[in-house]
């Protein structure tokens, strides 16, 4: 059983940075993939980035490429997820999710998720 609490998000100019965390529960944890999921009012929950077990494989989604980046830490049982040049796209309620299956970018992939944190970039 894996617990997982995010918390970092807030209201940032677009251009701006922010810095997620998800404290996980658990000393299971490093053997899970974790990832990064956001939703948007109105739209699907999606894939944001994942990073596997040992950290040795990271994946990102197109839209987090070059921007966001994707850590974790297994001594601390923690998630990171650094988002650099916001913009108001980016706003979403963001989820972290921890999972064994190799199909990181998949929803259902991940047997644990947290409630979210809320990120609002402005123009």
């Known amino acids: 059983q894996v617990q997982l609490v995010e918390s970092g998000g807030g209201l940032v100019q677009a251009g701006g940075s922010l810095r997620l965390s998800c404290a996980a529960s658990g000393r299971t944890f490093s053997m899970y993939a974790m990832g990064w999921f956001r939703q948007a009012p109105g739209k699907e929950r999606e894939f944001v980035a994942a990073i596997t077990w040992s950290g040795g494989s990271i994946i990102y989604a197109d839209s987090a490429k070059g921007r966001f980046t994707i850590s974790r830490d297994n001594t601390k049982n923690s998630l990171y997820l650094q988002m650099n040049s916001l913009k108001p796209e980016d706003t979403a309620v963001y989820y972290c999710?921890?999972?064994?299956?190799?199909?990181?970018?998949?929803?259902?992939?991940?047997?644990?998720w947290g409630q979210g944190t809320q990120v609002t970039v402005s123009s």
């Open positions: 999710a921890a999972g064994r299956s190799n199909r990181v970018t998949a929803r259902s992939a991940y047997d644990y």
